[in-house]
Every structure is written in structure tokens, then in C-alpha cells.
């Protein structure tokens, strides 16, 4: 139950194309689903998030879905760029403040 | 603000060698957590401090893992006796007042353990 399964693993995508990656859990009481992104050699940075009660978030290409009674979020990255390449991870807070983490996708953009 | 500093960025050692990892969090910042990432097992937490008192010490591999936070500044992570198996990327993060909502991560310390 306090388990976030992401996938895909890996992901390649043409420059300009539309990045997605989804993730599903079980705990109808986590509260908060973030995105973070990480580079090579580099902790994870938040991308982007969102809480229950919205359905979409955007934020300039990034954008999350949300979709409650299925109990699933996706991230959508619009036009995009080389510079987007990196590991991507959502994750889920729980009543005790804790994230509880995807496996991370690794996004590959090709020039 | 400079972020959270870990120290050091790289440790090599010979498996049975004492590890000594350290995080100084964000000024401010109330919540400390430790994780270690690997390709096989992702990201997970180890253990994580609510205002210097350990909360969750559940993600702890064992007894060799220890973790410190003598003040609100300063935290340290300690393996006694490291094991190759110990191998990773091991990051602090931090969070504001009010709980988790954005971890700031450190820039990480790769161990590795021969």
C-alpha cells in the first residue's frame, strides 16, 4: 500500500516531442504527489507538484495530471529539449511527512 | 543560502573501515533525512530527524548504520564496519517548517567500499 509504481523505466523521445511518465499508488491518504528531476551526479530537484483536490498543474512545459479515482498521476513535458534528459521521479507524502519514491524514469531526449 | 552541504563528496575505503558521511542542512530547515540510492534499489530513505530527534530509523539497513544530529545544523551518518555492499550514493536532504512538501537535496557522497 505505500508503494509508487512509475514507469517507464527509460524513455526516448525525438526533440520536440511529448515526454510522459506515469505513476500509480494504492494509499488513497497520501496528500501531496511531486516531481523531481535529477541530473548525473546531482541530488534530485522538485520539478513540480500538486496536491488531490487539482486535476492539472502546469508550469511553463511541465505539467501533471492527476487523476484521483484511478488513483494515477502523469507528468507531460511539452516541445521537448535536449536539456530535459535526465532521471525523473515521483513520489507521494504520507501522514508522517515521509515521500514515498518511484523507481525513476530515465529520459533520453534525441537532437 | 548555500544549500545543503555534504561532506565528503567522494570516500573510498576498504571494506571493515569506519565511514563517517556528514550533512549541514538549510538554515532554518526543521526536517533531515538520509537516503542512499543505487541502480538496483532506486531511492530509499534511511532514516529522517524532525527538529534533531530521529522519527523513522525503520529504512536503516542494520545495526552497522547509525545516524546523528547532535544540533540543528549539523548531522552525520556512520557505517561501522562498511561492507562493499555499502556502495552507493548517499544524500541529506532538508525541509522548511510544516513538513516535507520540497526536499532540498544535497550534492550527494558516492562511497564506495573495496
Known amino acids: 500500500q505505500q508503494q509508487v509504481k512509475q514507469s517507464p523505466q527509460s524513455l526516448i523521445v525525438q526533440k520536440g516531442g511529448i515526454s510522459i511518465i506515469n505513476c500509480a499508488y494504492e494509499n488513497t491518504a497520501f496528500d501531496y504527489f511531486p516531481w523531481y528531476q535529477q541530473f548525473p551526479g546531482k541530488g534530485p530537484a522538485l520539478l513540480i507538484a500538486i496536491r488531490p483536490d487539482v486535476s492539472e498543474k502546469k508550469e511553463g512545459r511541465f505539467t501533471i495530471s492527476f487523476n484521483k479515482s484511478a488513483k494515477q498521476f502523469s507528468l507531460h513535458i511539452m516541445d521537448s529539449q535536449p536539456g530535459d534528459s535526465a532521471t525523473y521521479f515521483c513520489?507521494?507524502?504520507?501522514?508522517?511527512?515521509?515521500?514515498?519514491w518511484g523507481a525513476g524514469t530515465k529520459l533520453i531526449i534525441k537532437p | 543560502d548555500a544549500g545543503v552541504i555534504q561532506s565528503p563528496r567522494h570516500e573510498v575505503t576498504e571494506m571493515g573501515q569506519e565511514v563517517t558521511l556528514r550533512c549541514k542542512p538549510i538554515s532554518g530547515h526543521d526536517y533531515l533525512f538520509w537516503y542512499r540510492q543505487t541502480m538496483m534499489r532506486g531511492l530509499e530513505l534511511l532514516i529522517y530527524?524532525?527538529?534533531?530527534?530521529?522519527?523513522?530509523d525503520s529504512g536503516m539497513p542494520e545495526d552497522r548504520f547509525s545516524a546523528k544530529m547532535p544540533n540543528a545544523s549539523f548531522s552525520t551518518l556512520k557505517i561501522q564496519p562498511s561492507e562493499p555492499r555499502d556502495s552507493a550514493v548517499y544524500f541529506c536532504?532538508?525541509?522548511?517548517?510544516?513538513?516535507?512538501?520540497?526536499?532540498?537535496f544535497g550534492p550527494g557522497t558516492r562511497l564506495t567500499v573495496t
Open positions: 530527524f524532525n527538529n534533531n530527534v530521529p522519527i523513522d
Open positions: 513520489a507521494a507524502r504520507g501522514s508522517n511527512y515521509q515521500l514515498i
Open positions: 536532504a532538508s525541509s522548511p517548517v510544516g513538513g516535507g512538501y520540497e526536499q532540498y
